[in-house]
């Protein structure tokens, strides 16, 4: 039968109200890839799989929870969602928002917005308003002006936000037949965290699909789980995760914790070192936050903390690379210029 979106396909799964409606751009159904090459790279006795959350509509994997908020929301009789974004949240709830017929208002801080979100904001027609601080005081704001009036809050402090992203484990344990050994992924405000570990729960509960430990990677210059204290000028290249305070923090630690994972912190250079290996060694492009999943896995397996033999490990890379296209073409040489002709040509392609 043709995909028809989540919550199409697992809807009789999620803890959604009746009145909730179907907002769907066919999300998820996202691709696990075998990256061989760079399971070889790291040490090559696991087996390593890539979530492709960067495949979703809008090219991150907030449209699994955008379906289920913005379908919530208007079946309540919502004209207007809002939310607070470090780009990604912000574009997703943007498409729903006019695939419903809504208005949607994003909050952004201001100048960190990865330049494909940012557009992508716009594109969807996008209310952007640009917070002189951070994510996290974009975040009060939204809070406090949707306990004022009556606009929908998207953000992943939304329950149905969560209740969406469950169905990526779903996917996960679907593909493998079970739960792998390890989940690695990145963690801002933990919604995606929360998200994986609650349905790795339930789909264990309902088909002893077992449970993987979970490695969650903060950057280094926005760790607030890693340091145990919110962080007030978060700072890092990967402008998805500049995140000093967030929402999920405690749950994020609980799923650590019962799980028998961590949560770490890896620096701005390992997470651009593997963003770079990804795509040259296994053509998958994401943008910097989604690596640091992996930046944390191979960091843990250089310094001996972690042994993944004959492991299956999952990372999750949670947006795609054309998000943040200036991280890539910011620094790099200029490409060679030559004449319309084949010497030309030859000379350069053969020495
Ligand atoms: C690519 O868009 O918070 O731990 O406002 O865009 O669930 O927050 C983005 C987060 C990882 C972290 N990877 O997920 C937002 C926002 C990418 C992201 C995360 C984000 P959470």
């Given at each position: 039968m043709t995909y028809q979106g989540l919550i199409h396909k697992y809807g009789h799964l999620l803890n959604l109200p009746s009145h909730s409606r179907t907002v769907s751009?066919?999300?998820?159904?996202?691709p696990l890839i075998k990256a061989d090459n760079l399971s070889r790279h790291l040490g090559g006795d696991f087996e390593l799989y890539i979530k492709?959350?960067?495949?979703?509509p809008t090219g991150s994997f907030k449209d699994r929870g955008m379906t289920a908020a913005v379908g919530e929301a208007l079946g309540r009789g919502a004209k207007t969602v809002i939310c607070a974004s470090t780009g990604n949240t912000a574009a997703s709830a943007a498409a729903y928002a006019a695939r419903a017929g809504m208005k949607s208002i994003v909050l952004i801080p201001q100048g960190k917005v990865a330049a494909g979100k940012l557009a992508g904001s716009v594109a969807y027609g996008a209310q952007v308003i640009q917070i002189d601080g951070s994510f996290d005081d974009a975040l009060t704001m939204v809070v406090e002006i949707t306990n004022k009036h009556p606009i929908a809050l998207v953000n992943s402090i939304n329950p149905y936000r969560v209740e969406g992203q469950k169905t990526a484990a779903f996917e996960i344990c679907d593909v493998l037949e079970s739960a792998p050994d390890w989940l690695c992924l990145p963690v801002g405000n933990a919604g995606n965290i929360t998200s994986y570990w609650a349905g790795f729960k339930q789909y264990d509960e309902i088909k002893s699909t077992g449970l993987p430990q979970v490695l969650g990677v903060q950057a280094a210059g926005a760790a607030p789980l890693v340091v145990g204290h919110s962080v007030d000028n978060p700072e890092t290249?990967?402008?998805?995760?500049?995140?000093?305070?967030?929402?999920r923090g405690e749950q994020a630690l609980q799923a650590a914790e019962e799980s028998n994972g961590q949560i770490i912190a890896a620096a701005d250079m390992q997470i651009l070192e593997m963003q770079k290996m990804l795509a040259t060694l296994e053509g998958i492009w994401v943008e910097p936050a989604s690596a640091a999943g992996l930046a944390g896995l191979a960091q843990e397996i250089a310094n001996g903390k972690l042994t993944m033999k004959g492991k299956r490990i999952v990372a999750v890379c949670?947006?795609?690379g054309l998000k943040d296209p200036d991280i890539i073409t910011k620094d790099m040489p200029k490409p060679k210029i030559v004449p319309p002709q084949l010497d030309a040509l030859e000379e350069i392609i053969l020495g």
């Open positions: 751009l066919l999300e998820g159904d996202t492709y959350e960067g495949l979703n290249v990967a402008t998805a995760i500049r995140i000093g305070k967030p929402a949670t947006g795609h």
